[in-house]
């Protein structure tokens, strides 16, 4: 096992119906809160009233930016780090999915800190801007997908350059995340599809990037696949159903929080390849996963087949005794449960043909990789090549 730090600073206040205590929460933290969420849709409507409603009650000044869209743009973040800064705001509440919550990091981190959003992203050589502080967050998820209640990290999206990046930084963690299964039960199932989907790429992107370093790590992941499967099946048959609600809030935290890295820090490409499917057709990052994870399970079983392997057995019931035999058995046992959940997507579905691959791949060798060596530094090496025949069998 390799050496890790680790903690988990988020308080979790979890329970049906909790959100009524917002008030309490927010006024631990501020004194004029800046409300940030999705633009303002019938079903988010009455939910981002009765938010405001519980802040407003508890004494606390709101200011209401209903403007981050998801896969939030980096002019809409500046937008509204300026309105933070003006209306002279101490604190944030993100009510949202992985978006919201991700944008409100970038708002308070660099509302506090200076600069533009983009300034603080990886992106190829350029050396990201470091954040100085953030304002405190509290994150109310609408959706279990990305755990950005709970971590560090924060996805943001150039729409000018069609570029999407992220960055991590440890003032940015929400310092409260409520998780109440009602509020989790607000948006349309095809969002919940797309969030159990976006979960299982978290829990694979550490579980197939290294040899057998931390089997508390694999262990901890394989439960958390089986639940995932289970919670995804039920939550399908019955989007009301809050004690699955809950187990998938809890699947979705636990999941991107840092329990997969524990012993094993090495990881996998596979969000950077989903990345500019996002970027160049605006498509929700899980739905963007769902195509994306098949085709690179299927394309690079090969190269590590004792990790596909491993997997494959321990939780999708594979039984070939070949390593590579069961390795490759892993790609159509995840198309198959995918397809069991109405949830197996491809680019052609979306009408996408294969006019960007090479576009794209380029995209992501130039962000996250040596362009020059044509080489992403991974358990894998990735090239461009590789991309654009991901992208093909994506198709
Ligand atoms: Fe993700």
Known sequence: MDEFNWNFPTEIIYGTGRLNELGDI???????VFLATYARIPVLAPLIDRTIEYLKDAGLEVVVF??????????TIDEGVDLFTQSGCDSIV????????????????????????????????????????????????????????????????????KEKSFSRSPYRIPKVAIIDPEVLATLPLSITKDSCVDIF????????????????????????ILLLKDSFHKIVNDPTDLETRGTLALCSIFSWQGIQGLGRMGTIPMHSIEMPLSAHYDMP????????????????????????AKMARR??????????EA?????????????????LWTLSGDGIGDEKFQEMAEDVMRMFGDLKKDRIASIIPTRVQDMVEIYKLAL
């Open 315 to 324: 939780c999708f019931g594979i039984t070939a005794k070949d390593d590579l």
């Open 66 to 75: 209903e403007k981050i869209e998801p896969n939030p743009r980096a002019h």
């Open 94 to 161: 993100a009510l949202g999915g992985g978006s919201v919550i991700d944008g409100a990091k970038y708002i308070a981190a660099t509302a506090f800190s200076g600069g533009k959003s983009w300034d603080y992203v990886v992106l190829g050589d350029r050396k990201p801007r470091e954040y100085t502080g953030a304002y405190p967050i509290v994150a109310i998820p609408t959706v279990s997908a990305a755990g950005s209640e709970v971590n560090a990290g924060g996805v943001l999206t150039n729409w000018e350059t």
């Open 26 to 32: 927010a006024k631990n933290y501020g004194k004029k």
């Open 327 to 343: 390795a490759k058995q892993l790609a159509p046992a995840v198309r198959e449960w995918f397809k069991s959940v109405d949830s």
């Open 201 to 224: 790429s978290h829990q694979i992107e550490r579980y197939l990037s290294d040899e057998d370093k931390s089997e508390f790590a694999d262990r901890i992941t394989e439960g958390l």
């Open 285 to 308: 990052h899980g739905h963007g996963m769902g195509i994306v994870i098949p085709a690179y399970l299927e394309y690079f079983a090969d190269k590590l087949p004792h990790r596909w």
